[in-house]
């Protein structure tokens, strides 16, 4: 959880060290967006998202890193030196920016399916509830449905976000 934030300095600084194998644990890897999974990504170096690369003919610029300087003007690689517009970064390319465009149809599918099957099944393990239930001694599940009484007041609130909430 200390890493899904891509900007916090303790992602930062994880993401740069200089180790030989990394190993990520957590029980809730997607919890709220899937540009939360960027982080992970990168922390876990994934080929080729984890990266930025040069679009231009040729070029094989590649970075973990948005390498152009204060300015913002030129690559910093020496082998590229393009500017920013001719790079980019391919997890956006490929399955955020598809996803956040079209939802899930259309090419937003083809990145939910991208993100499923190149990513997550190739570098996650998943145990489900059921399978641990007996070694956990997990109770039961319960589920009780209680219906409550709005006051007028609250009932025109919830009325009022369901009718926008449908509109859009």
């Given at each position: 959880h200390?890493?899904?934030?891509?900007?916090s300095?303790l992602s930062?600084?994880?993401?740069?060290?200089?180790?030989?194998?990394?190993?990520?644990?957590?029980?809730?890897p997607?919890?709220?967006?899937?540009?939360?999974?960027?982080?992970?990504?990168?922390f876990?170096?994934?080929?080729?998202?984890a990266?930025?690369?040069?679009?231009?003919?040729g070029?094989d610029?590649?970075?973990?890193?948005?390498?152009?300087?204060k300015?913002?003007?030129?690559?910093?690689?020496?082998s590229?030196?393009?500017?920013?517009?001719?790079?980019?970064?391919?997890?956006?390319?490929?399955?955020?920016?598809?996803?956040?465009?079209?939802?899930?149809?259309?090419?937003?599918?083809?990145?939910?399916?991208?993100?499923?099957?190149?990513?997550?099944?190739?570098?996650?393990?998943?145990?489900?509830?059921?399978?641990k239930?007996?070694?956990?001694?997990l109770p039961?599940?319960?589920?009780?449905?209680?219906e409550?009484?709005?006051?007028?007041?609250?009932?025109?609130?919830?009325?009022?976000i369901?009718?926008?909430?449908k509109?859009?």
């Amino acid at each position: 959880h200390a890493i899904k934030n891509d900007k916090s300095r303790l992602s930062i600084v994880v993401r740069e060290m200089n180790v030989q194998s990394r190993l990520l644990l957590t029980g809730t890897p997607l919890q709220n967006r899937v540009g939360e999974l960027y982080a992970l990504i990168r922390f876990l170096r994934m080929e080729p998202f984890a990266y930025y690369f040069c679009k231009v003919k040729g070029c094989d610029c590649r970075s973990l890193q948005w390498n152009f300087g204060k300015q913002q003007r030129r690559c910093t690689n020496a082998s590229c030196n393009h500017p920013p517009m001719s790079h980019f970064s391919y997890f956006n390319k490929h399955i955020l920016n598809p996803i956040k465009r079209d939802g899930y149809i259309g090419d937003g599918r083809r990145g939910m399916l991208t993100l499923k099957n190149e990513v997550l099944d190739k570098v996650m393990l998943r145990r489900t509830k059921s399978e641990k239930q007996k070694e956990m001694k997990l109770p039961t599940l319960t589920i009780t449905v209680s219906e409550l009484k709005l006051s007028t007041v609250e009932r025109d609130f919830y009325e009022c976000i369901y009718k926008q909430t449908k509109s859009k």
